[in-house]
Every structure is written in structure tokens, then in C-alpha cells.
Nanobody, 123 residues
Framework: VQLQASGGGFVQAGGSLRLSCAAS????????VGWFRQAPGKEREFVAAVDWRGSTTFYADSVKGRFTISRDSAKSTVFLQMNSLKPEDTAVYYC?????????????????WGQGTLVTVSS
């Protein structure tokens, strides 16, 4: 499975961005998918996850109520809608597919990773 993340960019605080994660083949529709982010000088951290059905989601406390993860009906693309962005949301955002179909917050349960897309939020 190859993943392609896109949609990053530059936005002012309070603005919105929508990230997309497209999978290279249909079998990824059976995998749980997550978004992680890594800010300069910091470790990669969990942001959000969705199960293969799109019915179960998890969020980091720092993004709850502002970010929404979803997947399209074909389940081959996963989105991360980011609203009310803050400067501390600035990071490279990565999508990843898990080995299992359930949603998971655990980084070590993700096998396939996209290349990352940069999100910059100015104050």
C-alpha cells in the first residue's frame, strides 16, 4: 500500500485546511488509517484515526472539536478537516495505514506511511 498525503499549506490562525490521504490500491479500504504530525524538534505525535468503516474515530486531546477525520464511500481516501487552526498546529502531517481494520492511536501499529504534507499556521 502506498499513501499520498496532500492539502497542506500556509494559513493564518483561525483558518481551515483539508488534508487528503489517497491510497494506491483498493485493499487499503480494509485498513484503519491515522494522521500523525511532527513539528520541528519534536517527536511524531498522534492526531486522529478512523476505522475501515469510517464509523469509529479517535482524536488527540489537542485537536478535539477542531479536527474531523473521515473517509470516502469507497474508503480509499481519508480526509482530515482542520478548523480553528493554531500556530501550534504547525507541523508536517503524515497519514498512515494500520495492519488491522480498527482505528488505533498507537504509532507502532501503523505499517504504511505517506510522505507527509507541511501545514504552517501563522499567528
Amino acid at each position: 500500500v502506498q499513501l499520498q498525503a496532500s492539502g497542506g499549506g500556509f494559513v493564518q490562525a483561525g483558518g481551515s485546511l483539508r488534508l487528503s490521504c489517497a491510497a494506491s490500491r483498493r485493499t487499503s479500504s480494509n485498513n484503519g488509517v491515522g494522521w500523525f504530525r511532527q513539528a520541528p524538534g519534536k517527536e511524531r505525535e498522534f492526531v486522529a484515526a478512523v476505522d475501515w468503516r469510517g464509523s469509529t474515530t479517535f482524536y488527540a486531546d489537542s485537536v478535539k472539536g477542531r479536527f474531523t477525520i473521515s473517509r470516502d464511500s469507497a474508503k480509499s481516501t481519508v480526509f482530515l478537516q482542520m478548523n480553528s487552526l493554531k500556530p501550534e498546529d504547525t507541523a508536517v502531517y503524515y497519514c498512515a495505514a494500520a495492519l488491522r481494520s480498527a482505528a488505533t492511536t498507537q504509532r507502532n501499529e501503523y505499517r504504511y506511511w505517506g510522505q507527509g504534507t507541511l501545514v504552517t499556521v501563522s499567528s
